[in-house]
């Protein structure tokens, strides 16, 4: 079964610094991954999403994510992390179900926090 | 735009009860999900249904089941409710296929007492 790890449950970057949150992925094939984001009180919102095309993934809010096949990795970062970037980021791989169709596996979150 | 809307944000239920939790869509997607989210252990998928009346198990289905009799509502049931199943409930949504992303609700906060 497809499974994501994330590191570091609590991230704290100072306002205008960069902001790096490691994402793992283990998949017997070239999965299908996302992040999401959740502000406080709020549903989860997609910030980006790899589906086999560019490896260099640009989502909303100046933030990307790179696929690295070779390292099992997806890593989000933004240049400069701003007050509003206070979240909990989810990283997500698409695993297949026994019929055929695709559902989505949740790595345990980054709660991030922003210094001002 | 997408819209999953669940039935109440906030629900208290006393121990034994038998619980519904609503979710309906507007986009007439295949999929439909529910899943519960605790803190530390990110969100765990209970069920999923892939169309009307067919239903998978998720990683944690103990305790709860799911009906679909409509493409656009999927209803997760608690049998009897007991305090372990304090959550938070988030529904999605998405279409068929590996690469399209889910679009969740506003999530129901259920405490049982």
């Known amino acids: 079964a497809q499974s994501v790890t994330q590191l570091d449950s609590h991230v704290s970057v100072s306002e205008g610094t960069p902001v790096l949150l490691r994402c793992n992925y283990s998949?017997?094939?070239?999965?299908?991954l996302f992040w999401y984001v959740q502000h406080p009180n709020k549903g989860l919102q997609l910030l980006l999403k790899?589906?086999?095309?560019?490896?260099l993934v640009k989502g909303i809010n100046g933030f990307e994510a790179e696929f690295k096949k070779s390292e099992t990795s997806f890593h989000l970062t933004k240049p400069s992390a701003h007050m509003s970037d206070a979240a909990e980021y989810f990283c997500?791989?698409?695993?297949?179900?026994?019929?055929?169709?695709?559902?989505?596996?949740f790595g345990k979150g980054n709660q991030v926090v922003v210094i001002p | 735009d997408v819209k999953v809307t669940q039935s109440s944000r906030y629900l208290v239920k006393r121990t034994g009860e038998k619980v519904f939790l609503e979710c309906v869509q507007d986009?007439?997607?295949?999929?439909m999900f529910w899943y519960r989210q605790d803190p530390g252990l990110g969100l765990r998928l209970i069920y999923f249904?892939?169309?009307?009346?067919?239903?998978e198990k998720g990683d944690i289905p103990e305790g709860y089941s799911v009906s679909r009799e409509k493409k656009e509502r999927f209803s997760l049931i608690l049998e009897s409710a007991s305090t372990n199943q304090t959550s938070m409930y988030l529904c999605?949504?998405?279409?068929?296929?590996?690469?399209?992303?889910?679009?969740f609700g506003q999530g129901t906060r259920l405490t049982v007492v």
């Open positions: 790899y589906t086999s095309a560019a490896t």
């Open positions: 998949s017997s094939y070239s999965p299908s």
């Open positions: 249904s892939y169309d009307v009346k067919m239903k």
């Open positions: 997500v791989v698409s695993q297949t179900s026994y019929y055929g169709n695709n559902r989505l596996a």
């Open positions: 986009m007439d997607h295949e999929n």
């Open positions: 999605a949504s998405s279409l068929w296929g590996g690469d399209t992303e889910a679009f």
